[in-house]
Protein backbone atom coordinates (compact mmCIF):
# COMPACT_ATOMS: atom_id res chain seq x y z
CA UNK A 1 0.00 0.00 0.00
CA UNK A 2 1.24 3.53 -0.60
CA UNK A 3 0.17 7.08 0.96
CA UNK A 4 0.16 10.59 -1.34
CA UNK A 5 -0.66 13.77 0.54
CA UNK A 6 -3.32 15.82 -1.30
CA UNK A 7 -1.80 19.23 -0.25
CA UNK A 8 -2.96 23.31 -0.55
CA UNK A 9 -1.00 26.02 -1.72
CA UNK A 10 0.44 26.43 1.27
CA UNK A 11 1.11 22.91 2.32
CA UNK A 12 -1.66 21.97 4.44
CA UNK A 13 -3.34 18.64 3.73
CA UNK A 14 -6.65 18.50 2.16
CA UNK A 15 -6.41 14.69 2.26
CA UNK A 16 -4.85 11.44 1.74
CA UNK A 17 -4.81 8.44 -1.67
CA UNK A 18 -4.19 5.35 -0.54
CA UNK A 19 -3.08 3.06 -3.45
CA UNK A 20 -4.09 -0.51 -2.82
CA UNK A 21 -1.90 -3.37 -4.04
CA UNK A 22 -4.19 -4.08 -6.76
CA UNK A 23 -4.79 -0.23 -7.67
CA UNK A 24 -7.67 0.79 -5.97
CA UNK A 25 -7.37 3.86 -4.71
CA UNK A 26 -9.18 5.13 -1.77
CA UNK A 27 -10.06 9.04 -0.56
CA UNK A 28 -9.53 10.21 2.67
CA UNK A 29 -9.99 13.94 4.11
CA UNK A 30 -7.55 15.10 6.42
CA UNK A 31 -9.14 14.36 9.46
CA UNK A 32 -9.39 10.57 8.03
CA UNK A 33 -13.31 10.03 6.92
CA UNK A 34 -13.43 7.96 4.06
CA UNK A 35 -14.72 10.74 1.16
CA UNK A 36 -14.97 7.59 -1.61
CA UNK A 37 -12.92 5.22 -4.48
CA UNK A 38 -11.43 4.80 -7.72
CA UNK A 39 -11.13 1.05 -9.37
CA UNK A 40 -9.28 0.88 -12.31
CA UNK A 41 -10.60 -2.78 -13.23
CA UNK A 42 -13.97 -1.03 -13.14
CA UNK A 43 -12.32 2.41 -14.33
CA UNK A 44 -15.55 4.16 -12.24
CA UNK A 45 -15.39 6.24 -9.08
CA UNK A 46 -17.34 6.00 -6.11
CA UNK A 47 -18.40 8.43 -2.95
CA UNK A 48 -18.49 7.00 0.61
CA UNK A 49 -21.91 5.57 0.32
CA UNK A 50 -21.23 3.77 -2.94
CA UNK A 51 -22.89 5.97 -5.59
CA UNK A 52 -20.99 6.28 -8.80
CA UNK A 53 -19.48 9.73 -9.20
CA UNK A 54 -18.81 8.85 -12.95
CA UNK A 55 -16.03 7.42 -14.96
CA UNK A 56 -12.19 7.75 -14.47
CA UNK A 57 -9.98 8.64 -11.78
CA UNK A 58 -12.00 11.61 -10.41
CA UNK A 59 -11.16 11.19 -6.54
CA UNK A 60 -10.01 14.88 -6.09
CA UNK A 61 -13.48 16.31 -7.13
CA UNK A 62 -14.58 14.47 -3.93
CA UNK A 63 -12.25 17.06 -1.84
CA UNK A 64 -14.53 20.07 -2.70
CA UNK A 65 -17.26 19.07 -0.30
CA UNK A 66 -15.01 19.02 2.20
Do not use: Q
Request: aromatic share 8%; proline share 2%.
Amino acid sequence: MHKLSLKDNIGRVLGTIEIKLDGKKELYDSIGRYLGSYSPKENMTRDNIGMVVGYGDLLTTLLINY
